[in-house]
């Protein structure tokens, strides 16, 4: 995929903001959002500060995830009434405690129930590639291309936009194979998640490397967690793709420094965004780049 690193030839900066993560809590971070209201109320501050995309997991009354639909529900329809903000759903849900103590990644059957959350969501992303979860020991990550297939499907039933996660150059190929079925409908929106346990190590030359396989016309945005999060994201902006941030990547604004809130880190990738010369996409601008049916 061809690059352009002239600022003024590159499209406004779409701001992603994952705020709350399906994995860690309030243990390691007392300011992480796990409550309808609070995660609310951070999506509506997220909007303020220059965020188009609010990337949702839910918990539940004890912090901690789940797949229910109806905490789902509870939050979609609580921001909506905050902010005009996107909504996105992760599908990979997040690890969950079992009643028999056990702590695994989320069914299949869980995770597909999430294209009839109500009200629906404007979008839904896709794990692109079956891969072991270095999170939670001995637990691989199933994520077959026919599972795909089927759960675009569903999200397409009900204009629910997709969003496409490649934890590796592999997965990317496995997106481009879900468009030559007919299945996935091109332009494609895919997140390249990188330093994540068990997927492609975070560095410039694998942002670089995984960039050169994407398809022309598509749009692109790194997601990348913990110190490597600010470098890789700056990285992007100066290619001209999208960012994530949020207390799902990062739960330190700095070596030692927790983060306050969800909107301390949109505020930074703005003020970085405007220093580079970057403008910042608006919701509106955001649903029409992304073919967001709302």
Request: aromatic residues 6%; contains cysteine; negative net charge.
């Amino acid at each position: 995929m061809k690059v352009t690193l002239e600022i003024d030839k590159m499209e406004k900066l779409i701001i992603t903001v994952a705020t709350t993560g399906g994995i860690h809590d309030k243990s390691v971070n007392p300011n992480l959002p796990e409550q309808p209201d609070e995660m609310a109320q951070e999506a509506y501050d997220c909007y303020n500060a220059g965020a188009a995309i609010h990337h949702i997991h839910v918990r539940d009354k004890l912090g901690r995830t789940t797949g229910d639909l109806n905490v789902y529900n509870e939050v979609i329809s609580k921001v909506r009434a905050k902010c005009p903000i996107i909504t996105q759903i992760g599908n990979g849900i997040g690890g969950v405690f079992r009643d028999d103590g056990s702590f695994d990644v989320a069914t299949q059957d869980e995770r597909m129930a999430l294209t009839t959350i109500t009200p629906k969501p404007d979008m839904l992303t896709i794990n692109c590639g079956t891969f072991q979860f270095g999170y939670i020991p001995d637990v691989t990550f199933p994520n077959p291309l026919e599972w795909n297939l089927e759960f675009i499907k569903k999200c397409y039933e009900r204009e629910i936009a997709i969003e496409c996660e490649c934890y590796d150059i592999s997965h990317i190929e496995n997106v481009k194979e879900m468009v030559r079925r007919g299945v996935l409908k091109e332009p494609v929106h895919y997140s390249l998640v990188l330093g994540i346990k068990g997927g492609i190590p975070a560095s410039p030359q694998m942002i670089s490397t995984m960039v050169d396989v994407i398809p022309e016309g598509s749009s692109w945005q790194v997601i990348t967690i913990s110190k490597q999060q600010v470098p890789s994201t700056v990285m992007a902006m100066c290619q001209g793709a999208n960012i994530r941030t949020g207390m799902e990547d990062n739960v330190y604004y700095a070596k030692g420094e927790p983060v306050k809130s969800n909107a301390q880190l949109v505020e930074r990738m703005v003020r970085i965004a405007r220093e580079l010369g970057r403008e910042i996409a608006t919701v509106d601008e955001a649903v029409e780049k992304l073919g967001v049916k709302r």
